[in-house]
């Protein structure tokens, strides 16, 4: 057998990595259906390791913005663990991406996964915030949150984003306890990076900056039918308000359940489990390579 080599994914290692990412987690795994996706992406770099030319362990990086990167999709060929091989993927991406302008890279990990939180914390990481992942059901009735089933009253619901909304918006947003705690990062899906002030004039535009008394959001769609909220703005006494009336908004959109990230804050996980969501705990990890 020869020794294992770092290199570039190909499209001819898809079936190999099918192979050994199919039952990674009880409901399967996403990276097989994602691998094509991935490689045609300019701004990444999926990397493999191989034995006799066969992927065994597979992982890629993302440039996020002009200088952060983000490492995600780490998997091993469960022949090939216990050797260093995640590790020797994560170094070879770092130097990718700091050959790319990148001066930190991070990662997420979930809170119960001791495991990987070794094996990062080793590789040269430190544990910088935590996150939580809020997930809801929408379609019961009645609706335990809305009232028994009566909607928010109008003057709390949430109304899409003008212009006007982008400066008090950013200001709350950049002095908040919410994004004190979460380093200021902007989650695109499960990848995250610095938030800017011009991704609320995108929002605006595409009219997903939504507003109210209780503050502000971020909604998107998701392609599984879900209304995903990465970007929150509310305090400890309105929390509980801006739930019920997210839920509120993703249900008169017909949407079938609504997802958030959120920093790892009290009073909003208090909010957020009142409000019928089940809580996930992250971890992001960060590692300066420049």
Same mark, same amino acid.
Request: aromatic content about 8%.
């Given at each position: ?37 991935? !490689? ?45 091989? /995640?590790? !020797? ?7 990718? #991406? &700091? @050959? ?17 939180? *070794?094996?990062?914390?080793? #590789? ?22 809305? &009232?028994?089933? *009566? ?20 200001? @709350? ?9 979460? *380093? ?6 499960? !990848? ?43 305090? &400890? ?26 920093? /790892? ?5 208090? /909010? !957020? ?18």
């Amino acid at each position: 057998m020869s020794e294992p080599t770092i290199r570039p994914a190909t499209a001819e290692d898809h079936v190999a990595i099918r192979s050994f990412t199919s039952e990674t987690f009880s409901w399967g795994d996403y990276v097989a259906d994602a691998f094509e996706g991935w !490689l045609a992406d300019p701004d990444a770099q999926v990397a493999v390791v191989a034995e006799d030319g066969e992927p065994v362990a597979i992982a890629r990086g993302v440039m996020m913005s002009p200088t952060e990167g983000w490492m995600h999709g780490a998997r091993v060929h469960p022949d090939h663990r216990r050797k260093g091989l /995640a590790t !020797l993927l994560n170094d070879y991406l770092c130097d990718w #991406a &700091n @050959s790319r302008g990148a001066l930190v890279v991070r990662l997420m990990i979930e809170s119960w996964n001791e495991a990987a939180q *070794r094996q990062v914390q080793a #590789a040269g990481y430190r544990r910088v915030c935590d996150w939580i992942n809020g997930v809801r059901g929408l379609g019961s009735e009645p609706d335990p949150v809305t &009232n028994g089933g *009566r909607r928010v009253p109008g003057d709390e619901q949430l109304v899409v984003g003008t212009p006007a909304e982008i400066e008090p918006a950013w200001v @709350s947003w950049s002095s908040s306890e919410l994004a004190r705690a979460g *380093r200021n990062l902007y989650p695109r899906g499960w !990848l995250m990076r610095r938030m800017r002030r011009d991704d609320l004039d995108d929002a605006v535009t595409g009219r997903r900056l939504l507003h109210g008394p209780s503050g502000w959001i971020i909604a998107e769609e998701e392609a599984d039918d879900s209304m995903f909220v990465p970007f929150l703005v509310s305090t &400890n006494d309105d929390a509980y308000r801006m739930v019920r009336a997210m839920v509120d908004r993703a249900d008169r959109k017909g949407y079938s359940r609504i997802r958030t990230l959120v920093p /790892a804050v009290g009073w909003m996980e208090e /909010a !957020l489990s009142r409000g019928g969501f089940d809580l996930a705990g992250n971890q992001i990890w960060a590692k300066t390579v420049g």
